[in-house]
């Protein structure tokens, strides 16, 4: 079990809502012309800007052509604005794999 940091969590949904605003508005979209390109509903780019939706990993890959970018280009954005939450999501090390013992025939 892994343990969340509320914290983290509330900073990156804080982060991503201003990324797409910001993206948005460097591509001069409105919320209903981003809506239109991504194949999402206006009110839920509004939800994602004001905070009160947070995207799914799947829904950057909608969004970010609409907004002029690759899926890699908004999480790189999104890494910039706010470090902290790369180093949180940084992969778990793997656990090193138990050998078996073989049993020598005689």
């Keep these: 079990i892994v343990e969340i940091d509320t914290f983290v969590c509330v900073n990156l949904d804080t982060t991503i809502r201003t990324v797409i605003a910001q993206c948005?508005?460097?591509a001069k979209l409105?919320?209903?012309?981003?809506?239109?390109k991504s194949g999402l509903c206006p009110s839920t780019i509004a939800k994602y800007?004001?905070?009160s939706r947070?995207?799914?990993?799947r829904t950057l890959f909608w969004l970010a052509?609409?907004?002029?970018?690759?899926p890699s280009e908004l999480v790189e954005r999104?890494?910039?604005?706010?470090?902290e939450v790369?180093?949180?999501f940084h992969p778990?090390?793997?656990?090193?794999?138990?050998?078996?013992?073989?049993?020598?025939?005689?």
Aim: hydrophobic letters at 25%; zero cysteines; a positive charge.
């Design 24 to 26: 948005r508005a460097e």
């Design 30 to 36: 409105t919320q209903e012309q981003t809506a239109g």
């Design 49 to 51: 800007e004001s905070g």
């Design 54 to 57: 947070a995207p799914h990993t």
């Design 65 to 70: 052509p609409a907004l002029g970018l690759k």
């Design 78 to 83: 999104i890494e910039a604005l706010n470090p």
């Design 86 to 88: 790369t180093e949180f």
């Design 92 to 106: 778990l090390p793997k656990k090193k794999s138990k050998k078996k013992k073989s049993k020598k025939k005689a």
